[in-house]
């Protein structure tokens, strides 16, 4: 099957960072099918993508939690573009509350399910698909919550980790394939996710610039990023403090 280079699915696209990753790519060139839950919605952004960028822009259906709809997503996805896309970008997350998650069981589920499980079921899809044709680009947004586990989400966190596992293994199954497998580690950012969190302004990016630093890696052929890069040394150090000093502290 053929491959459409310069197309690029972008799923969870009306989350902030989506909708600045599509812009990102239309920029350049590129032609988005945009997916997501609210239909209505992703047209009105559709539409103002093609004007502002005059690049192809389609919409589709998508949800993270209905796995057995995968499939046909991915179908939908080769209609639109008439062939293979050239990659997929998943940005599709849910952050619940820590507490409630504790005592929730369904929110814990459904935080796992979307960070994780939606993101397997559909990306081992696409890594069949590019693995057949010899091409194509598979990036998830992961977090640095996933590098350590913390008490104040460490449900989220969780689901991040066994994201970041899950690409690195699929980024050395995919290699020898030509196909490459971006994991993208953002840290905090100004997001409908984190309103009304107390962010420190100093470490906080807006869903643009990390877009664009998003972006940019994806198309230079990175591995592993973290957004914004300092986010690396940060979580280095945590990473690196000792166990019985970690648990005693209140982050």
């Known amino acids: 099957m053929l491959i459409s280079r310069k197309t690029v699915v972008i799923a969870g696209a ?25 239909v209505d ?6 539409d103002d993508i093609k004007v502002r960028h005059e690049v192809s822009c389609s919409v ?6 209905d796995f057995a709809s995968h499939g046909g997503f991915l179908d939908q996805c080769v209609e639109s573009f008439g062939n293979t896309p050239g990659g997929v970008v998943y940005c599709a997350g849910y952050m619940a509350d820590q ?10 589920k459904r935080t796992l399910d979307t960070n994780l499980s939606g993101a397997v079921s559909l990306l081992e899809k696409f890594a069949a698909l590019f693995e057949e044709c010899g091409s194509g680009f598979i990036a998830a947004l992961s977090s640095v919550a996933g590098d350590r586990g913390r008490k104040s989400n460490y449900i989220y966190g969780a689901a991040k980790a066994g994201l970041t596992a899950y690409l690195s293994g699929l980024r050395n199954r995919l290699y020898s394939a030509n196909v490459q497998v971006i994991t993208i580690k953002p840290g905090f950012m100004d997001t409908a996710m984190t309103w009304g969190m107390p962010l420190p302004a100093p470490l906080t990016a807006s869903p643009e610039a990390a877009a664009k630093a998003m972006v940019k890696a994806i198309l230079r052929g990175a591995n592993v990023i973290y957004v914004p890069f300092f986010w690396r040394w940060i979580m280095m150090i945590i990473r690196y403090i000792p166990e019985w000093q970690f648990k005693k502290m209140n982050i």
């Open 60 to 65: 589709r259906f998508f949800d993270a939690l």
């Open 41 to 46: 919605e992703l047209k009105c952004l559709a």
């Open 14 to 38: 009306l989350s902030s960072v989506g909708r600045a990753i599509a812009d990102q790519f239309a920029r350049r060139g590129f032609s988005i099918l945009l997916a997501g839950r609210d």
């Open 99 to 108: 507490e409630l998650a504790q005592m929730d069981f369904a929110t814990a």
